[in-house]
């Protein structure tokens, strides 16, 4: 047999009713049974009116509806003439001007914008800069890189 502790002392102790109301059944004495059957039949039909005037608004309206269009949604633009063709190495020039290194000079690093190549050179007479026009074939300017003497 099952008990259930009242008051303060452990020992006592009363007989556990098994019969007590579910939840739907307290729930239907403290709203009232009507209302709750009221509840129950309402909501459903609430729904079904929030979500058709929620499609009646917000959707679109059908294609069919709507006359044909004689002009087509997006305009298509015309693809412009293709560009005169970039110079290729082999277009440039026939006879570039060719570079000439000092003896034990290297090329450290090199650089390409557009028809410029800019090399950094590093020889026995220090590191220089080299701008070569790649259009003309000539080399452009020599910059030496000097150190700055600390005081």
Partial sequence: MQTKTTGEHPDEREP???KE???FEGIATSIGSRNL????????LVFV???TAAITVFGGKDDADQPARETPAVE???EPEP?????TPTSISAA???INLSP???????ALDGDRLVLRIDGPDGPMVVIYDLAAGRVVQRIPITHRAEN
Avoid at 104 to 110: L, R, S
């Fill in 16 to 18: 556990l009713d098994l």
């Fill in 21 to 23: 109301p579910s939840t």
């Fill in 37 to 44: 059957m009221i509840i129950i039949v309402t909501m459903p």
């Fill in 49 to 51: 009116a929030v979500v």
């Fill in 76 to 78: 298509v633009l015309a």
């Fill in 83 to 87: 560009a005169a063709p970039a110079a």
């Fill in 96 to 98: 570039p001007a060719a």
């Fill in 104 to 110: 034990g000079a290297d090329v450290a690093a090199m």
